[in-house]
């Protein structure tokens, strides 16, 4: 009794197959990642479920060829769609590092959008104008676009820090401040009046493609997503790794404990949201610094970053996690590509993506809960078990 | 003299058209937020409220000879109603499923946007949704002959001001002069003594959502009905605006009205700098005037925010055993 719902003692009975049924779902409900895992899928389920059905409404004879391809299709056109899957997903994985890296630090990065706006125009302003740095034109783009975002997100992380503003708050400020300010600079400095838009970054701007061209032939994937596995890899290492990762998740867990502990936590909460910025910063730079896509004096907020924040919670607010989430983004968006072709409209994405976000809101709910439930049932069988073996 | 009256009499109406859904949707957000829960998908609300009434005006319009003002009044109201229900969803993620109010209230914010433009795009071919867009009020008769004020405020009107008008007084006073308002605030301030005292907290804070829903869903019909003649999938950020309103004005109704006041005279110099003298000299980009509320609300969040007048429980899920 020990363990009420421990797993010898429940193989020791009961036939064959419910044995083993009840042991695995006594692992998942003594290991909390799996239960998080499973909430993740949950919501994926759910979001693909509520697009299924409004696709069901709208259209029911091509629902079915429709909803199978935003889920495949991805694969419809060999190593092509594969490629535009990658490229479609590399700035969304980058978003989502970015507001998972803050969440590991107790931060609720919603201004994404706005750090990535930052980037995104300093990339293109470099990209356009510093010709005379020749092949390392781009690199110096990207690392602009990235010190941008950095600093975009460090402002909201110096005014938690010192003056106790909740980041969610000023980020919202910050985003309109951004897209004002994306607005006006592109009038005022890099401004293509013929086309009312952004003029396009020199071609020794653009990222390379090196052999990818030749793997994925037709796509648009370049190597930012080998931006993307790096810096997945780097902040894995630095979260799971280093000391400045574990203080900065203890300042996530608990602020005063860390301060307790003898760590900065200011100096942590800086450190973080800029970090943060930077890898949305990068995402812009990525997104704007390819041939055929321009910055627009629009007024509108990217929605990639937004985008980024359910990627971070599909993926557990774990580098890899995200990862796998940003790339499965990339597909559902690459299936909504092709969707048009069943006379849906690609929104249908959004939909899918929004609703993907509001379930895994649920996700405390669904693991405290799914967990009480497993072992509050698994342990009554147990128990239950055990009373018939006394008879 | 007569050419700054001329300027006054101008631009007037065109701010109390901008204030009025910023003032209106703040109040919500207020309600929302001194119940305890933190509404940032007004937004997306906005949204919903919009295109649901706006579609309903559309039909309403083809379908019969209604006096516009009536059509008017029923897409507000319809709006409304769009806005209440949809709001449910996040009542109910950050209520009961004890959620993050950030994460769900995001979720509506992507949300919306998204159906309405792929519901218009099924049925329209096209993101618009165009209406008549006959609905401003050239001259109240009678009061348009009072002078000045007159002028200022009875002609050159739209329905939605003076039914605004009568709704943030009559919420003004529910908020601090009745016994239902009394308890919204307490589950803001301290849910727990609130609830010791037998109040229901799950259900005031339903209350206070769904309202900020109805009066989100109402404003965004009257930002279209007072700046387009058709709907876009968007209201352009009026939702966050109207957040910064509220926080500008520290969660105080008439701090509220002086805020949205504010923050609506920059949208309209920002549109219409060009025309008024003083400033056609300063030659400052419309940006700068659009950006300006956003800067100010982060300056005053800088300077008061240690001593912020923010309800205490507000974005906290209510948990019993917690103390």
């Known amino acids: ?391 | 003299m007569s050419q700054t009256l001329g300027i006054v009499y101008f631009l007037f109406p065109l701010v109390v058209a901008s204030m009025v859904p910023l003032a209106l949707v703040a109040l919500g957000a207020l309600f929302s937020e001194r119940s305890g829960v933190i509404n940032i998908a007004l937004e997306g609300i906005m949204v919903m409220g919009g295109f649901v009434g706006v579609m309903s005006i559309r039909y309403i319009e083809m379908a019969t000879t209604l006096p516009p003002q009536l059509i008017a009044f029923l897409g507000l109201l319809i709006g409304a109603f769009a806005g209440f229900v949809f709001s449910f969803f996040h009542a109910y993620a950050s209520i009961n499923m004890k959620s993050n109010q950030i994460i769900s209230a995001t979720a509506l914010n992507l949300f919306a946007p998204a159906i309405a433009v792929f519901v218009a795009r099924t049925i329209f071919l096209s993101r618009r949704v165009v209406i008549s867009g006959n609905y401003l009020i050239r001259e109240v008769p009678i009061l348009s002959d009072i002078p000045i004020i007159g002028r200022l405020f009875f002609t050159r009107a739209y329905l939605s001001t003076y039914l605004g008008v009568v709704i943030f007084a009559v919420l003004t006073i529910v908020l601090y002069k009745t016994r239902l308002g009394l308890r919204i605030r307490s589950c803001g301030e301290n849910p727990h003594a609130a609830d010791s005292l037998g109040v229901n907290i799950y259900k005031i804070r339903y209350i206070g959502v769904l309202i900020s829903g109805a009066l989100a869903g109402m404003g965004g019909v009257i930002f279209v009905l007072s700046f387009a003649t058709r709907f876009d999938g968007t209201v352009v950020g009026f939702g966050f605006l109207a957040l910064a309103v509220l926080i500008f004005g520290q969660w105080h109704p008439l701090k509220i009205l002086y805020a949205a006041f504010f923050f609506a005279a920059m949208r309209v110099v920002a549109s219409t700098y060009s025309g008024i003298p003083v400033l056609q000299d300063i030659r400052l980009p419309a940006e700068v005037y659009r950006m300006l509320p956003y800067v100010a609300t982060l300056v005053v969040l800088a300077f008061v925010s240690k001593k912020s007048q923010a309800p205490r429980a507000a974005g906290e899920p209510y948990d019993v055993g917690k103390r």
């Open chain 1, 1 to 391: 009794m020990k363990f009420p719902w421990g797993g010898k003692r429940a193989r020791g009975n009961g036939d064959g197959g419910g044995r083993i049924v009840q042991g695995a779902l006594q692992k998942v409900a003594h290991r909390p990642a799996s239960i998080s895992a499973f909430s993740s899928i949950l919501a994926i389920v759910s979001g693909l479920l509520v697009g299924f059905v409004i696709m069901l409404i709208v259209n029911p004879g091509d629902a079915v060829p429709g909803f199978l391809t935003i889920l495949f299709g991805w694969l419809s056109e060999g190593s092509r769609s594969v490629g535009d899957m990658l490229y479609f997903g590399v700035p969304i994985v980058l978003t989502g590092l970015s507001v998972a890296f803050a969440f590991r630090t107790g931060l609720f990065n919603i201004g994404a959008t706005g750090q990535l706006t930052m980037g995104a125009f300093t990339a293109v302003y470099i990209g356009v104008n510093w010709g005379f740095l020749g092949a390392f034109h781009w690199i110096v783009a990207v690392l602009g676009g990235m010190i941008a975002g950095a600093v975009w997100g460090s402002i909201a992380g110096l005014l938690k820090a010192f003056r106790n503003v909740h980041e969610v708050v000023s980020s919202i400020m910050l985003n309109y401040i951004a897209m004002y300010m994306n607005t006006m600079l592109i009038v005022q400095l890099i401004y293509n009046r013929q086309y009312a838009r952004a003029r396009s970054p020199l071609p020794s701007a653009h990222i390379p493609t090196w052999f990818l061209r030749d793997i994925f032939p037709g796509s648009s994937v370049n190597i930012g997503i080998f931006i993307a596995i790096g810096l997945t890899i780097l902040l894995h290492i630095i979260l799971n790794r280093t000391v400045f990762g574990y203080e900065l998740k203890s300042v996530g867990f608990n602020r005063d404990a860390a301060k307790y502990a003898g760590m900065n936590a200011k100096r942590n909460i800086v450190l973080s949201m800029t970090i943060s910025g930077a890898l949305a910063g990068i995402a812009g730079a990525i997104m704007f610094l390819v041939a055929g896509r321009h910055l627009e004096p629009v007024n509108q907020l990217m929605q990639e970053g937004f985008t980024g924040i359910a990627i971070a919670l599909l993926g557990l607010s774990a580098p890899i996690g995200v990862f796998m989430a940003g790339i499965f983004y990339g597909a559902l968006e690459q299936g909504g590509y092709y969707l048009q072709l069943y006379d849906f409209m690609p929104e249908i994405i959004d939909i899918i993506i929004a609703v993907i976000i509001y379930f895994s809101a649920f996700s405390l709910f669904i693991q405290t809960y799914v967990a009480g439930y497993l072992r509050r049932k698994l342990g009554a069988e147990v128990e239950l078990q055990q009373g018939t073996e006394i008879k």
